[in-house]
Every structure is written in C-alpha cells, then in structure tokens.
C-alpha cells in the first residue's frame, strides 16, 4: 500500500468512527434522560422503562458500530490497498 | 488482506487473519467452523442433559431450560403474535441460544490457548461470513412466513398504505438483512477489539470491566437480534383488520 492510500485510510477510520459517535452519543444522552424522568415520575415502571431504553440504546449503538466496521475495512482489509 | 496486522507480545491482534481450509474451490475459514462446532455441541450436550429424565418439579438443569423456554416464547409472541409465534418459535429459540452462546462462548473460553497455523479462535459471531448467513435466513424466514400464511396477499404489503411506499418496502427488504447482520458482527467484533487492546496496553486487571461491557453488550445483541427476527416474522404474517 503507497503512504498516501495509508495515510488517507488511517484518517478516514479516524473520522468513521469520530463522526459517527457524534449523533448517537447526543440519541443515547436524550433517551436515557427521557429514561430517567420517566423513571422518577412512575417508579413502579422501571423494569419496562429499563428493558425498552437498553433495547433502544443497542439500535443507536449499531450506528457507531457501523462507522466502527467501515473503519475495520479500511484498516485491515482495505479494497484500495492494491 | 491483513495489510496492518499488529503482532503484539501480550494480546495478538489477528483481524483479517483466517485459517483457511480448502474445500474444492471455496476457502472456508477453518477457525469460524471449529468454534461453532464447539458452541453447537456444549449447547446440544446442555439440551440432552436437561432433558433426560424430566420430573415434574424441575430442577437444576432442567430448571434453567424450562426459564429459558419461557423467556424465548415470551419474546416470540411479544413479536409475531398469539396467533402465528407456535410455528416460529423454535427458530426464534435457535437463532438466540446460538447467537448467545457464541458470544458468551467467545468471550469466556479462553481461545488464546489453542495456538492455530493462522488466524485465532474466537466467537464464531466475530466473522461476517457468520452473521450474514443468519440475517440471510431471517430474510428466507420472514418471505416463507408472509408467503405461506397469506399466499400471494402478502405483497399487499409493499402497498399498503399506499403504493407510494412501494420503493422504500423494497429497499427495506435489502436494509433488514444488512443491518442485522453488521449490528451483531460490528458489536462483537468491537468488543473482542477492545478487551484485546486493553490488554496490551494494560493486561493486568484494567481489561476487565472492559470484559463486563462486552459480555452485557453480546448478551443485549443476542436478544436484540432474536427480537428483530421475530419482529421480521410478525410483520409479514400480521393480517390487517379493515
């Protein structure tokens, strides 16, 4: 692989996986708040507020998770290597 | 493939590094196979051993079964309905003990033992070649589902509500499988990347909630990918009510 294509890939897994932590990051914050509230307003609802926010959160994760995979090609599989 | 790999004294880090077996002009990854075989068979030992001589008191083992039955059938008919989740229910089953086994499997087995010619051993989940193949039959599940309780009305549902949906259902029929298979690939794979990092910069004590995390996430991904299936199913086989 010539430096450029290294370099390039090497920022571009960086950037995969900083920009793509950005919005879920701010959607995790928000649902687990909205979890909170909901929790401290009915108490006895816990259980399903629980179950519901982790199943939510694992869906905003994989958002991440995506750049994280886009950023393993690059790295380690990268199609432009040559 | 493998242009990076980082061979490291404490925690080798083999992405891209597989044992490849020929089998006439396929390359298979020999590692993939050798660790589903050892899930398939713990949980097929754990099956036989929970089922002998049942009692009507359950107890121990098949204690454990009959919870589990519980929760998969609680799941199944959360997501397909009262109606169509008997006929689903074991491949919901399958798909999450495998799913969870794997996971766990890869995660407290220690694989870095067995030293192999290439590649490593690892959660069998940790391969796309894997997680593909069940999103793969997901989709087949939820188009024999639809196709085999509604006939031919089951296309109804790419119009419904109106035919503008048309495009959007059937790129949706692309994006289900693609999703699902690279949430469960992408967070295992995560996961096993993490602990092994850690480990190099740190391997005493500092990998382990690390090692927590991932054993919550993997168990979260199992339920999630067994939900999403059902979820699938229950789409194609729910009937609308004019």
């Known amino acids: 692989m010539d430096s450029i294509t290294s370099a390039a890939s090497v920022i571009a897994a960086g950037l995969a996986v900083g920009l793509g932590a950005i919005g879920p990051g701010i959607g995790q914050g928000t649902a687990a708040g909205s979890a909170v509230e909901g929790i401290a307003r009915q108490p006895e609802a816990d259980g399903k507020i629980r179950g519901t926010l982790l199943l939510s959160l694992a869906f905003m994760e994989a958002l991440t998770i995506y750049g994280l995979v886009v950023a393993l090609v690059l790295l380690f599989a990268n199609p432009f290597a040559g | ?242």
């Open chain 2, 1 to 242: 493939m493998g242009s990076l790999p980082l061979v490291l004294p404490f925690a080798e880090l083999e992405v891209g590094q597989h044992l490849y077996w020929q089998l006439g002009n396929l390359k298979i990854h020999g590692q993939v196979f050798l660790s589903s075989w050892v899930v398939i068979g713990a949980l097929l030992a754990f099956l036989f051993v929970g089922t002998r001589k049942m009692e009507r008191d359950p107890r121990g083992v098949q204690n454990l079964i009959e919870f589990l039955w519980d929760y998969i059938r609680n799941l199944a008919r959360e997501q397909i309905g009262e109606k169509a989740y008997r006929d689903w229910l074991p491949f919901i089953g399958t798909l999450f003990l495998f799913i969870f086994v794997s996971n766990w499997g890869g995660a407290l087995v220690p694989w870095k033992l067995i030293h192999l010619p290439n590649g490593e051993l690892g959660a069998p989940t940790a391969d796309i070649n894997t997680t593909v193949a069940l999103a793969l039959l997901v989709s087949l599940a939820y188009f024999y589902a639809g196709l085999s309780r509604k006939g031919f009305r089951y296309f109804e549902y790419y119009v419904e509500p109106t035919p503008i949906m048309l495009p959007f259902k059937i790129i949706e029929d692309f994006t289900k499988p693609l999703s699902l298979s690279f949430r469960l690939f992408g967070n295992i794979l995560a996961d096993e990347l993490v602990v092994a990092v850690l480990a190099f910069l740190v391997p005493v004590l500092v990998p382990l909630p690390a090692m927590f995390l991932g054993l919550f996430t993997s168990a979260i991904q199992a339920l999630i990918f067994a939900t999403l299936a059902g979820n699938y199913i229950g789409e194609a086989v729910h009937e609308e009510h004019h």
